[in-house]
Nanobody, 120 residues
Framework: QVQLVESGGGLVQAGGSLRLSCAAS????????MAWYRQAPGKQRELVAS???????GYADSVKGRFTISRDNAKNTVYLQMNSLKLEDTAVYYC??????????????WGQGTQVTVSS
């Protein structure tokens, strides 16, 4: 069973930066897309950034221009560089891999979550 292991969360002051990493425990043959989600207390989980196999990216409006998603295919790792952090970025961040399992099907893998806390 493949696991996604996240790292890089922590406490940072507003305006600061953090880099999250999410690595698969073993090689994955066909990743359709990688993404980062977050969930703040009392709120629903929301999509923060996505990176498709072809290289296209997407970002939530709230993080555009501040966050950057990238990957290292050789390491089966996805990153989230977070700059100019705001108090409202405080949340548990989860990585997500969509893995192709058939001609028209895929399954999702989730990381365990890493806490990001932005202080004033």
């Amino acid at each position: 069973q493949v696991q996604l292991v996240e790292s890089g969360g922590g406490l940072v002051q507003a305006g600061g930066s953090l880099r999250l990493s999410c690595a698969a425990s073993r090689s994955i043959f066909s990743i359709k897309a990688m993404a980062w989600y977050r969930q703040a207390p009392g709120k629903q989980r929301e999509l923060v950034a996505s990176l498709r196999n072809g290289g296209s990216t997407g970002y939530a409006d709230s993080v555009k221009g501040r966050f950057t998603i990238s990957r290292d295919n050789a390491k089966n790792t996805v990153y989230l560089q977070m700059n100019s952090l705001k108090l409202e970025d405080t949340a548990v961040y989860y990585c997500n891999f969509a893995v192709v399992s058939g001609p028209a099907s895929f399954f999702e893998l989730w990381g365990q979550g890493t806490q990001v806390t932005v202080s004033s």
